[in-house]
T-cell receptor, first 111, second 117 residues
Framework: QKEVEQNSGPLSVPEGAIASLNCTYS??????FFWYRQYSGKSPELIMF????GDKEDGRFTAQLNKASQYVSLLIRDSQPSDSATYLC???????????FGKGTKLSVKP | DTGVSQDPRHKITKRGQNVTFRCDPI?????LYWYRQTLGQGPEFLTY????????KSRLLSDRFSAERPKGSFSTLEIQRTEQGDSAMYLC???????????????FGPGTRLTVT
């Protein structure tokens, strides 16, 4: 059973701080990794994807991938109250194409 | 392009009734996926299509569920003889694969929230 694990939170950070969200996955053959943001009652919104080891930066977001440790993380710099949401880590399952999701980490950014 | 659309956005039905949901993917996307999400869980994969071919079905997709994508454009998901356990958000996503550039991102529609009473 291929799995994606995330801490459910809630993770609470003050406004302006760095939020660090972590994810581990079980399938060593996985090649594609995604972070989605989901507001309550809404559908997931893609915010970052990463395919290669190392860091990938996009604005206030940085995704980090370590395939040897089977670990993906998302850093949110200068966190804003509007970043308060559930963040879903997803891993593409081999050649099939479907995503395997973690349960998500709920982030709360306090003003 | 307006993104992935789904219809209806909400559906309330009585146990035992049949329901059908529609998904229109991003126009140039050749892959279409269906997921189901319950409260406190991440989306769970149900099935996906490459153009009109249904390539994979999850074990979650019981024989009461059927999906079609007849012309490789929109897709429908039908649930027959609904049960209370079918209450969930049904999400559709699309992607373009293979792509000129490595591009395997899936973009989700707004979802259809099903409540079975």
């Amino acid at each position: 059973q291929k799995e994606v694990e995330q801490n459910s939170g809630p993770l609470s950070v003050p406004e302006g701080a760095i939020a660090s969200l972590n994810c581990t996955y079980s399938d060593r053959g996985s090649q594609s990794f995604f972070w989605y943001r989901q507001y309550s009652g809404k559908s997931p919104e893609l915010i970052m994807f990463i395919y290669s080891n190392g860091d990938k930066e996009d604005g206030r977001f940085t995704a980090q991938l370590n395939k040897a440790s089977q670990y993906v993380s998302l850093l949110i710099r200068d966190s804003q109250p509007s970043d308060s949401a559930t963040y879903l880590c997803a891993v593409k399952e081999g050649s099939q194409g479907n995503l395997i999701f973690g349960k998500g980490t709920k982030l709360s950014v306090k003003p | 392009d307006t993104g992935v659309s789904q219809d209806p956005r909400h559906k309330i039905t009585k146990r035992g009734q049949n329901v059908t949901f529609r998904c229109d993917p991003i126009s140039e996307h050749n892959r279409l996926y269906w997921y189901r999400q319950t409260l406190g869980q991440g989306p769970e994969f149900l099935t996906y299509f490459q153009n009109e071919a249904q390539l994979e079905k999850s074990r979650l997709l019981s024989d009461r569920f059927s999906a079609e994508r007849p012309k490789g454009s929109f897709s429908t998901l039908e649930i027959q003889r609904t049960e209370q356990g079918d209450s969930a958000m049904y999400l559709c996503a699309s992607s373009l694969e293979p792509a000129i550039l490595p591009s395997y991102e899936q973009y989700f529609g707004p979802g259809t929230r099903l409540t079975v009473t």
